[in-house]
Each structure stands twice: as structure tokens, then as C-alpha cells.
């Protein structure tokens, strides 16, 4: 029921700025955090940003200073916003989500959008 669609991905040459979205859909309000994983070809998936409901960020040191994070409740959708791209950062992006009730934590995961910084 509960679905995440990632968008805004593409080919992009290095130093250049793409803008990731992931929209949330279903009965659900809000996420506890919400974060973007990435996957490049060969490597495990590692984590790229996360925001908690509160607005808290945390970003991985390879990305620190040139992607932010942002979401928007009312849209229930949050941002990667990624500048000066490097072709180190060519990978599948997965936006994460987790949400809490009383049975527990719940993570959804996205199908994922491909980002490409080649000159």
C-alpha cells in the first residue's frame, strides 16, 4: 500500500546539478526518516542522506557539501538537491523511508532512479 516513487534522475556532466524527488503514496502520514541510498555497478549500497521527521540531515562524507536534503510534509516528498556532480557519484539512487507503530519499524524502499555524470 505504501509506495515510493524516486524521479529527476539522468545523464549530467560533471560539475553539473540534478534535483532528485521521492513521493510518498498511501495511508501514511508521515515518515519517521526518509533518506537516499545509491548502487553503483560492482559496489554494495551505501548510504548517501537522510532527514528525520524533524528536519535533522546526516550525509555521507563523499557527498558532504554539495548534496542536500529537504522534504516537503505537505507533499509528502522529500529532495535530494546534488551539485557540483563528480563521475564518482554515477550510481542507482534509492530513496529509503521508515515509519513506526506499535509493531514496529517498517522500511520501504523505492525502485530507484539512475544518475549518470559523464563528460
Known amino acids: 500500500q505504501v509506495q515510493l516513487v524516486e524521479s529527476g534522475g539522468g545523464l549530467v556532466q560533471p560539475g553539473g546539478s540534478l534535483r532528485l524527488s521521492c513521493a510518498a503514496s498511501g495511508n501514511i502520514f508521515s515518515f519517521y526518516v526518509m533518506g537516499w541510498y545509491r548502487q553503483a555497478p560492482g559496489s554494495q549500497r551505501e548510504l548517501v542522506a537522510t532527514?528525520?521527521?524533524?528536519?535533522?540531515?546526516n550525509y555521507a562524507d563523499t557527498v558532504k557539501g554539495r548534496f542536500t536534503i529537504s522534504r516537503d510534509n505537505g507533499k509528502n516528498t522529500n529532495y535530494l538537491q546534488m551539485n557540483n556532480l563528480k563521475p564518482e557519484d554515477t550510481a542507482v539512487y534509492y530513496c529509503?523511508?521508515?515509519?513506526?507503530?506499535?509493531?514496529?519499524?517498517?522500511?520501504?524502499w523505492g525502485q530507484g532512479t539512475q544518475v549518470t555524470v559523464s563528460s
Open positions: 529509503n523511508a521508515k515509519r513506526l507503530d506499535l509493531r514496529g519499524e517498517y522500511t520501504y
Open positions: 532527514i528525520t521527521s524533524g528536519g535533522n540531515t
